[in-house]
């Protein structure tokens, strides 16, 4: 099976510049060099590369909002905040194939005409920031960052830039916020972000997997990479299984690969022989998907046709035996601790959510408590700047919908049938 | 009393005010300078990095609030923060959490009376594929279980 990143990351050495550069590393930055910025961005929207962070953009679109005025510098700004529940493949590319990274951002800001861009990476990451730092230091040696790049007089200073623990800065005006030294709040849109971003300058952000896709891209060609995927979804993703399998990790695939196939074949199955239960297919915040739902291929499309998404890419194994509404009160916590606290229905509906589904599992729930979980998902879907509020009200609404039948068990017994525990 | 950078980390903070154009930028990297400086970022390392950014300490501390990652109150020397989200809950992160508990004699939150340890549930570490995670300090332990935890407990005692 071809693979565009993963290739040589059982390698550790693979880290450091001479072996990266071993296998062709930073060619594809000195053919970008000799192309022109259009022509680069043609390839990647003929990739089809959709944006890897959740949102699935196509990259090359996305790109294309930039001013055509270069009066202003731009400024490109990677989203290493990797903190969606479940999701854990950027920090493996950071991790083991740095260099991909850096050459993706390279060849990335010749295309936008940018000269000055930052890595946000979560601030938890302490190692990844560690080696991110040092392949930039290696790629400014060699002469890939910095002043004159190559003898082609583009010009790209690159900075390594720590968060510092909050999941709201995933979102790509928070994370310039943050940037920029403030709080992490979400920006209200328009303007967005390719007219006004960090420092008021016109601001790309896009994620760390989407970025090391591009010199593959340069190197074989955008049709090439499409082809790897299906169509609208070109090339592979980095898919991460975690929860109950037995060989939990990040996982190369194409991008439409069979959700059950990802389970069973490439995760080996559900942990100790058990039936599976539940799947939350592409991070926390997607909603759930019944056993006999997975049967779907692992694209942007399919699974929107199913109600779902695949997100960041962050698959979720959930066994039989499992308390679905302790499993989503985890969840509601996590939402209500995460919320900026900048809109109301998001500060308070996150809280309300974790209150009403902590006292079902405590078995303290109400005759329509229910009702009022999905009451108070309705007041907030779509009434929020930032999609923090979607992100909480998914899983609830889902769960219920799913699994009602578990809820009601709760609040009519006054207990948690699975005493109150995983 | 007052608290100020060594040489070392004065040079950093100069650094810094390189990469960026405009100064408020360096809020984030100096408050964690000043956290491995002083230990926590204090009220007095507050009004220091104010000090030496010229913005009201009002402001740096609205950002240092903001971010689970500054501790506004001294930890202990080892700040053990266990993941309590989804994957890791589902293998067992409540119980690795109860036995840590019990374990330091500490619940959530708390710090043991040598200073040495602090206990912290926090969310997610974003390496759900080798949950249960903790990180102590800078450093992520994976695959975790009742045993490799007291060993690393152990070795850190």
Known sequence: METVLTTHFADDGYRRIDAYRGFGGYDALRKALSMTP???????????????????????????????????????????????????????????????????IAIAAFALRVHLSYIYIRGEFVREARILAEAVAEAYEAGFLGKNILGSGFDLDLTVHRGAGAYICGEETSLINSLEGKRGWPRLKPPFPAAVGAFGLPTIVNNVETLADVPWIITHGGEKF????????????LIGVSG????????????????????????????????????????????????????VAYDIESMAKIGTMAGS???????????????????????????????????????????????????????GDVELILDVCDNMMGRTICPLADAAAMPAQS????????????IGEQKCPYGNRF | MSVAFSDTARAEFERLLTRYPDREAVILPVLHLAQREFGFVSDEAIVYVAGLLGVSPAKINGVATFYTMYNRKPVGKYHVQICRNISCSLLGAEH?????????????????????????????????????????????????????????LDKLA
């Open chain 1, 313 to 367: 890419g962050g698959v979720i194994v959930i066994p039989e035996g499992t308390c679905m509404v302790r499993a989503l009160s985890v969840l509601m916590n996590f939402y209500a601790h995460e919320s900026c606290g900048q809109c109301t229905p998001c500060r308070e509906g996150t809280g309300w959510l974790k209150m009403i589904v902590g006292r079902i599992e405590a078995g303290k729930g109400r005759a």
């Open chain 2, 96 to 152: 690795l959490i109860g036995h840590v508990a019990g374990k330091l004699g500490v619940k959530p939150g708390g710090t043991t009376p040598d200073g040495k340890f602090t206990l912290s549930q926090v969310e997610c570490l974003g390496s759900c594929g080798t949950a249960p995670v903790m990180q102590v300090n800078d450093d992520y332990y994976e695959n975790l279980t009742e045993a490799s935890i007291d060993a690393i």
């Open chain 1, 244 to 295: 109950a399998v037995n060989r939990p990790g990040v996982y190369e695939l194409p991008a439409g690969t069979n959700l059950k196939e990802i389970i069973y074949t490439h995760a080996g199955g559900v942990k100790d022989g058990k039936a599976l239960k539940a799947v939350i297919p592409g991070g926390s915040s997607t909603p759930v998907l019944r056993p006999d739902e997975i049967d």
């Open chain 1, 399 to 410: 769960f219920i919908w799913k699994f009602r039948e578990e809820f009601d068990r709760h």
């Open chain 1, 38 to 104: 259009e022509g680069i961005i043609d390839e990647v929207k003929k990739a089809n590369l959709r944006g890897r962070g959740g949102a699935g953009f196509p990259a090359g679109v996305k790109w294309g909002f930039l001013p055509k005025d270069l009066s202003r510098p731009r400024v490109l700004v990677v989203n290493a905040d990797e903190g969606e529940p479940g999701t854990f493949k950027d920090r493996v590319i950071m991790a083991r194939g740095p260099h991909l990274l850096i050459e993706g």
């Open chain 1, 226 to 237: 499409a082809s790897l995927g299906v169509e609208k979804n070109g090339g592979t993703r």
